[in-house]
């Protein structure tokens, strides 16, 4: 159906995907894709995974909607579940990454009292709405929407000198992805996270991870700042929590939860039943096995890309089953994305150079051989072609 009334916002692909099951998803010409991108990270247990879609249906079928006025037990065991997982104490529910870094920038300045800085990193991606979006270090996303919030700056990112020369006495937080997904799956140095926890320990300011990409299994593990050993004092989770509904999560610590009081935060939508039906369903899916699996199948996903050594890549790099593979100068990102999806492999891209992994956890070695087989063919056209590759 052709429409000239939606909004512009997205570079859409041509193509309506209108069934879906595990890790397939068909078009509405009948064409079947290998599922590369989870939405953009969000369905981690595959499209309609029967736990999950019991869950939702048995909530649907009780009340879909009471607001947050009134008790919620479906809330409470979520938030019991995250809190386990993370080691923090509180949680606020919303609708989406970006309002739960809304949370996480007013929670931390009503606890800072008076200090309101954030310093976040170059690179980052934390929303669109003013506050992610002021707090998000790339330009090309503030074109044409100034003035930003006020009390916002970035520096290089896995640069820890350049944290420490930034902070003043207004600083009260340090926002930051453990690993940076929008700007193309980069990876910190090793270390960097434990020392910029240190740092803010140092000048008693928090440290707040945005986990909304990396977290809920994604990495290998529940988040992915437990690989460097460390507790941030505000977590944001959204995209994969619900498996594809729309919620969104800040947990904190006791200390900056006791700063909050009613009235200072809400949401009529947020932590709606449906959603959260599903966060539980996807929390109790999250075992050892599940996460010592990503990490297997994450592994298998790189070697596999590596050994090809296929023409046009530049590095492969990432964590568990995020992946993002840089192109060689003069590939285009989404030209060869386009490619793929024309032999049947949904992938993302990140800016014009990296082509984005973030498949359902699920994903099969021989999806995977798949993708690397089309991988190579799409690249060897090039070459055949005269591209330098
Ligand atoms: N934070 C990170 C790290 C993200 O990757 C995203 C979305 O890509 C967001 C925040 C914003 O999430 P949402 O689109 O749900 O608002």
Not at 110 to 120: A, F
């Amino acid at each position: 159906m052709s429409s000239n009334h939606l909004m512009q916002t997205y570079n859409r692909y041509p193509i309506e995907l209108v069934s879906a099951e595990g890790v397939l998803v068909k078009d509405q010409n009948g064409k079947e894709y290998v599922d590369f991108l989870s939405g953009i990270a969000v369905t981690g247990f595959g499209h309609k995974h029967p736990v999950i879609t019991e869950a939702v249906v048995k909530q649907l079928n009780q009340v879909w909607h009471t607001s947050n006025l009134f008790d919620s037990s479906g809330q409470k065991e979520l938030a019991l579940a995250l809190s386990n997982a993370s080691g923090l104490d509180k949680v606020f529910f919303s609708n989406s990454g970006t309002e739960a870094n809304e949370a996480a920038i007013k929670f931390a300045r009503k606890w800072g009292s008076g200090r309101y800085q954030i310093i976040s990193a170059l690179g980052g991606f934390h929303g669109r709405t003013y506050g992610a979006l002021s707090a998000t270090g790339q330009h090309k996303f503030w074109q044409g929407f100034y003035p930003l919030v006020h009390g916002f700056m970035s520096v290089p990112y896995g640069d820890i000198q350049a944290l420490s020369a930034a902070i003043t006495k207004e600083t009260v937080a340090i926002m930051l992805e453990p690993i940076q997904g929008e700007s193309g799956v980069i990876v910190p140095p090793a270390g960097y996270l434990k020392a910029v926890r240190e740092l803010c320990d140092r000048h008693h300011i928090l440290l707040i991870l945005d986990e909304v990409q990396t977290g809920m299994g994604r990495t290998g593990k529940w988040f992915a700042h437990q690989w460097d050993e460390i507790r941030p004092d505000i977590l944001t989770v959204a995209k994969g929590v619900a498996n594809g509904l729309p919620l969104g999560a800040t947990l904190c610590t006791d200390a900056v939860a006791s700063a909050i009081k009613p009235g200072d935060h809400g949401s009529t939508f947020g932590g709606n039943p449906v959603s959260v039906a599903a966060a539980n369903a996807v929390a109790g899916l999250i075992t050892d096995d599940l996460l010592t699996s990503v990490l297997e199948r994450g592994a298998y996903l790189k070697s596999k890309l590596k050994e090809a050594s296929l023409p046009g890549i530049q590095s492969i790099r990432g964590l568990g089953l995020m992946a993002g593979i840089e192109l060689k100068q003069g590939l285009s990102a989404r030209l060869v994305a386009h490619q793929l999806q024309e032999s049947g492999f949904l992938v993302g891209t990140s800016g014009n150079s990296v082509i984005r992994l973030l498949p359902p956890f699920t994903i099969g070695h021989s999806h995977i051989d798949g993708l690397t087989e089309a991988f190579g063919s799409v690249l060897a056209g090039y070459e055949a072609h005269g591209v330098a590759v």
